[in-house]
């Protein structure tokens, strides 16, 4: 582990000279991104100067053991009952830290709720998750745009589609992606009785073109009518947008807002991210075997969460963590969910590390 962090310290003292070279300064795009990068090793380099100071400090009392004094010797054995165990602390923040980051967790996301199985409650619970998002949203002091929202005919809504801007948002909100589960009786219901109803969340982080193997002269650009409910909403125009990447035959789409121009922005977003996962398979099929994350794909398929009201109960099925106080969550409190999720995941990222090392 030495080693390791002499590497990312040598690495460190580089960045902080490129940072104060006219060249770079000039380069405001390299600048950006090499002040990023030494800032993220900034407490990793703390962390070692913290360890280093330790391990000097163990040496130097395991020294005064080996003195005749008496008093000395105790004064010796009382320092070392404490620095040892804040070694072995020290020693497991520095290997979480030392757990590589995924790239796409700093990015923005384009963030989408829509209602699942049981109708009109169905609704209904997607406008309580998007309450709770929301709350959550600016507890973190991150930015919110509406795109679209078709509201569901008992209240809620039947679909939503936002985007996210700020520090980390795909990195603590990618876990939510997948079906979200309600037990709870409905507002609906008149005797009583509790049911099961769904909405999905996804999660999509938000690339530009050049962080994916595409040329914009591959990419075909279709425009159209939008379908909606008629009346004073009616499309005239055609804000729709439909774009094709030739090579690949892959498709995507959008018409969920009344702006061609932010229609065209969803729609290759979509693109990017289907062409990058395309990339990511082919790469890792060329890998032997990977492991899968704790956490799973994110799929829409996998019903993560269950929030069952009658007994005030939050329980996300990946990490078996199961919460009484589901009012509160409802409330936005979810950063306690996340970081479990973010810590499953962190361990089993570690497990891969000891395996391979």
Partial sequence: MIDKLEAIQDRYYYLEEQLSDPEVIADMKRYKKIGKEYKDLKPIIDAFTFYKDILGNIETAQEMLKENDAEMKEMAQMELDELVPQRETLEEDIKQLLIPKDPEDERDVIFEIRSGAGGDEASIFAGDLYRMYTRFFESQGWKTELISANEGSAGGYSKLVMEVNGEDVYGRLKFESGAHRVQRVPKTESQGRVHTSAATVAVVPKLEIEDVDINK?????????SSGAGGQHVNKTESAVRITHLPTGVVSESQDSRSQIKNREIALQRLYVKIAEMQKKQHESEQAAKRKSLVG???????????NYPQNRMTDHRINLTMYNLDQIMEGN????????????????LKGEDAEG
């Fill in 334 to 349: 979810i950063g306690d969910i996340i970081e479990g999720l973010q810590m499953a995941e962190n361990a089993e990222k």
């Fill in 297 to 307: 794909s994110g799929d829409r398929s996998d019903k993560i969460r269950t929030y």
């Fill in 217 to 225: 002269a591959d990419l075909k650009v279709d425009t159209y009518r």
